[in-house]
């Protein structure tokens, strides 16, 4: 079993410039969330999918962030335009139930490192 | 809204010494707690799920427990090693999302 899979590891890039993060969840899970990491907020549920649908999004902090789940073994959260407040790890998780479920328990990938200058 | 809040905010111990960690929260309408490990610079690590029915759940050297009646949760780590350095982090689910706590750091001293 591979875990979940996140891609870039590092990303750094330019203000203004669009970032795509990506994430292969483990084969099987139904659910997948995206979660941000800063030192001053800690870890903040962005948002998350079940079974491909966005269940809830209010996390996302701005209409600059949008996130998609075109199928069960992917999805992509974009940052257009970027700011270098956006600066974070980004983490992806998943799960075989959903939120809301006592067994939803969350796997998480290794993140994403993004730095905007 | 679900607030959880991880005292000591660091632990240092020596080799071998058993250890706690607390978890607190305000909302005892949860759906399960997890614990994780973060290392530095990576994912985290899931350790152990308790879910809302249940009181504890134990996984080698780790025993959780979960009291919803006081809002408290307690990670157990029995004869710590250098190893198990690293940011503890407890998780609550409510219906919509996962609240985490701000974490422990511990570091266990060779």
């Known amino acids: 079993d591979a875990g979940v899979i996140q891609s870039p590891r590092h990303e750094v890039t330019e203000m203004g410039q669009e970032v795509t993060l990506r994430c292969k969840p483990i084969s099987g899970h139904n659910s997948l969330f995206w979660y941000r990491q800063t030192m001053m907020r800690g870890l903040e549920l962005l948002i998350y999918?079940?079974?491909?649908?966005?269940?809830?999004d209010s996390g996302m902090p701005e209409d600059r962030f949008s996130a998609k789940m075109p199928n069960a073994s992917f999805s992509t959260l974009k940052i257009q335009p970027s700011e270098p407040r956006d600066s974070a790890v980004y983490f992806c998780?998943?799960?075989?139930?959903?939120?809301?479920?006592?067994?939803?328990?969350?796997?998480f990938g290794p993140g994403t490192r993004l730095t905007v200058l | 809204k679900q607030e959880v809040t991880q005292i000591p905010a660091a632990l240092s111990v020596p080799e071998g010494e058993n250890l706690v960690l607390n978890c607190s929260f305000t909302?005892?309408?949860?759906?399960?707690l997890q614990w994780f490990r973060q290392d530095p610079g990576k994912g985290l690590t899931s350790l152990l799920l308790i879910q809302s029915s249940q009181r504890e759940q134990t996984s080698g050297r780790l025993n959780a427990s979960l009291d919803k009646s006081s809002g408290r949760s307690t990670l157990y780590i029995a004869a710590s090693q250098p190893g198990d350095s690293a940011t503890y982090l407890c998780a609550l689910t409510g219906a919509n999302n996962l609240f985490f706590g701000t974490g422990t750091r511990l570091t266990v001293i060779p």
């Open positions: 999918f079940n079974n491909n649908v966005p269940i809830d």
């Open positions: 909302d005892s309408a949860i759906y399960n």
């Open positions: 998780a998943s799960s075989l139930t959903a939120m809301g479920s006592s067994y939803n328990e969350q796997f």
